[in-house]
């Protein structure tokens, strides 16, 4: 199978883009995630898909709450920065608007169109990623009517 003609095709799916945050050996982690969908409503639960090496992946595993904030497409740049490999594993948020989680105290994206608090449900490998679920416990819905940061055909861009 040729994986670029892959790549190429699902680029052709166009995905919000949100930001998967939890804790690493007591630092904040982040990471820009264009994989994430609602998958039951009993219980609410959601999926992402998290690259093996990811510093957020191995927070989960170790048992941390996670967090997902859903980006408007004001967030552009706050999307590169937290998809770029290679970041500092220390102040990764230092300079990202945020707060704490009610129900988790997980770190959640100021100004996001929705965020949601999780505990991890399962987490089953995926080739080179994980597929992960977790057990949504806490929803928070901005009211607003920002336009929403879109991935589509390896680019950002938004939909009102």
Do not use: K
Request: glycine share 10%; net charge negative.
């Amino acid at each position: 199978m040729d994986t670029d003609l892959y790549r190429r095709a699902m680029g052709r799916f166009a995905t919000g883009v949100t930001v998967v945050t939890s804790r690493h050996r007591g630092h904040d982690v982040a990471l820009t995630v264009a994989s994430m969908t609602s998958v039951s409503l009993d219980p609410l639960l959601l999926m992402v898909s998290l690259h093996d090496e990811a510093r957020v992946l191995e927070g989960i595993e170790a048992g941390e709450p996670w967090g997902v904030s859903v980006l408007p497409a004001s967030h552009r740049g706050l999307a590169t920065w937290l998809g770029e490999p290679g970041r500092p594993l220390h102040n990764q948020l230092a300079r990202v608007s945020h707060r704490r989680g009610e129900v988790v105290d997980v770190a959640l994206i100021d100004d996001a169109l929705a965020a949601f608090e999780c505990r991890t449900f399962a987490v089953h490998p995926g080739g080179d990623h994980a597929v992960v679920l977790g057990e949504v416990v806490a929803v928070h819905a901005s009211p607003t009517d920002a336009p929403a940061l879109v991935h589509y055909r390896g680019a950002l861009g938004e939909l009102r």
